[in-house]
């Protein structure tokens, strides 16, 4: 991600319900799924009252495709059902960037 | 954030040293310090192994003003020497988002 190449981030943000209901292992397996797809350049995550997770892109066409995976579409419809009680997706061009490191 | 506007999204992720040396009570002030600046819109934050917050403005202008506010400035300096090993920030444009409300 450290190059010149204008890419994209999706932010995603949400409450959970209580309890794991399978939540953990679909994660894992959903993060798992992500770094396979054409496209995909990271991903990040974390959860106090509210769960962040950014994932990076080459271009809108990956996220599309990443969207309409069979499998992530599955993880999908039990986020709404049985793990978010509220989420957001926003997705974003990264327009420009700095990091710190001592 | 549910009007149409384009805005824009600061993706700040980080990782900490150890201890808080001051690191609370001063996260807190410039969160309260941010929405007090022009153009703010909202800020996420969560950290686990990795600390992602979000903020969210109404324009380009309303973020580098923000860089540039005084006390931010301090705290800027301070996390560099005594709170983060490490931080990333990405300056985003908003193309799209949706939501989920059961």
Redesign the interface.
Known sequence: MNNNKPY??V?F?STRTIGDNGYGAMATLMEDLAKKQTGFLGI?????????T?SYWES?EAIASWKRDTGHKIAQQK??TDW???????????????????
């Open positions: 994209y981030a932010i943000t990040e995550s974390a959860r106090e009252a509210i769960g962040i950014v809108l986020g709404r978010y009680t509220w989420y957001k997706v926003r997705i974003c061009k990264v327009e420009r960037e700095y990091e710190f490191t001592p």
